[in-house]
């Protein structure tokens, strides 16, 4: 990825100074990048960048760590880097170094990463909360640990040591929650991608065909893009649909099911995630129609719940209830929708939650609750809606012809001022429109 350009430095920059304000005077940030990890003997999986360290700074390299000291009178932007090695770099490629760190990304100092350890203490005196996240470091946590425990033997004799150490969640991750206009810029893009993304894999989409060549086209229509999975595509045929987390992608497709996909494209380590689910020979079977009906309803009314003010359960609460209708209706389940909803029935068809926050991670962070109480939508947030109803084969109870029969509709929906805005309606959902693109074969 290319260094960033100007407007892109000034955004990185106004993250900085906000998570600064947040933190106050005597705060201190600790932002390990991500390391890269070992596929097999010598070989490295594609290498993904910490989502807050590249959020803070933009910067693509491993073993590197980022620290926001505010007043710091050598600057407040320091960043730790890989140190420039002529040998190194024609085996794995260029790195910035500490002069590019400068140059190229607006630190204010910066260092070899071997220095950290000796300026750890200097950092961390005088600090009281440190905004570093224990546990999800294992080669910076004893550091630091042993760092306090010296400056909390030097503090008998004058040098504050730290009080409080913060996991991210209530700074940096409340702002992550809402998306800037340069964020939901690329978030648009990967969500307008992936949807076509989709359509190339409906239109590709053959009985007989397999589950791997579909997710091929998906794959191809990414990478032509400058884009990558944001998590593991599942593309399953007729009952496969109904694991949920299915990634084999490996069986051969059969006339008469139906192909449930759930793939997104990440663009600059923001990742769209869209499921659809169609017939592999392009016409939905009655039995299919009547479930999908109920699953697009059910998604239908849950985006439009997607405003601000209201609670952010609400998506789930009315997707639950229209669902747990659908199943009555279709004879899954007996009785009065809210008992069974209250004693949890409707699990045994739907066992997964309606939606999650959307952005550099595909399950991005930002709380859900606060206080104990779900929180209320705000403007540039951006969430899932993927209601689904899996009827597992040789359901006891159930009619036959619903049997193995799963079905997931997932778009990823904005929350604006105003209406709820679907980025990802590039791909069609009605049945008519599916059947349509389809026949266009
Ligand atoms: N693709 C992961 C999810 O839908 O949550
Ligand atoms: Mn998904
Ligand atoms: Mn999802």
């Not at 200097?122 to 080669?139: A, D, I, K, N, Q």
């Not at 959307?358 to 939508?377: I, M, Q, T």
Request: charged fraction near 25%; hydrophobic fraction near 40%.
């Amino acid at each position: 990825m290319p260094a960033p350009a100007a407007a892109e430095l000034a955004e990185y920059a106004a993250r900085r100074a906000a998570l600064i304000k947040a933190m106050g005077p005597d705060g201190l940030a600790i932002i390990p990048s991500a390391r890269e990890v070992i596929r097999n003997r010598d070989s490295h999986y594609r290498f993904r960048q910490d989502s807050d360290f590249l959020y803070l700074s933009g910067f693509q390299e491993p073993d590197s760590v980022l620290v926001l000291a505010p007043g710091n009178q050598d600057g407040e932007f320091l960043m730790f880097v890989r140190a420039r090695d002529a040998a190194r770099e024609i085996w794995d490629g260029r790195r910035a170094g500490p002069e590019g760190a400068v140059s190229q990304y607006g630190a204010d100092q910066a260092f070899v990463i071997d220095e950290l350890d000796k300026q750890l203490q200097g950092l961390l005196s005088g600090r009281r909360r440190v905004f570093y996240t224990f546990g999800e470091h294992p080669e910076w946590d004893p550091k630091i640990a042993a760092v306090v425990r010296e400056i909390r033997e030097v503090s008998r004799r004058g040098a504050a040591a730290p009080t409080d150490f913060v996991a991210l969640e209530t700074t940096l991750h409340e702002q992550r929650l809402i998306k800037t206009e340069a964020e939901l810029k690329l978030i648009r893009h990967a969500c307008q991608v992936t949807a076509g993304a989709h359509v190339r894999a409906m239109q590709a989409t053959q009985p007989g065909g397999w589950e791997w060549a579909v997710a091929a086209e998906i794959h191809h229509e990414f990478e032509r893009h400058d884009m990558q999975c944001g998590y593991g595509s599942i593309v399953g045929g007729g009952e496969n649909a109904c694991i949920l987390h299915y990634k084999e992608n490996e069986s051969q497709l059969n006339n008469g099911d139906l192909l449930l996909i759930d793939a997104g494209g990440e663009y600059r380590g923001y990742t769209a995630d869209i499921t659809r689910t169609f017939p592999i020979n392009g016409r939905y079977s009655g039995a299919q129609k009547e479930v999908y009906e109920v699953v697009l309803a059910a998604q239908l009314a849950a985006i439009a719940t997607l405003t601000a003010g209201n609670a952010s359960s609400r998506p789930h609460e009315v997707a639950t209830k229209a669902l747990t209708e659908g199943m009555v209706a279709l004879g899954l389940l007996e009785g009065d929708v809210d008992t069974l909803i209250a004693e949890g029935k409707h699990r045994q068809f739907y066992m997964h939650g309606t939606g999650h926050w959307l952005g550099l991670d595909v399950h991005d962070v930002g709380r859900y609750k606060l206080d104990g109480v779900a929180r209320n939508f705000e403007p540039g947030m951006v969430m899932t809606v993927e209601p689904g109803l899996y009827i597992a084969p040789g359901t006891e109870g159930v009619d036959p012809r619903f049997h193995g029969i799963g079905i997931r509709i997932e778009d990823d929906v904005l929350v604006t001022g105003g209406a709820p805005e679907v980025l990802t309606s590039g791909v069609p959902k009605a049945v008519a429109e599916v059947e349509a693109l389809m026949a266009g074969r």
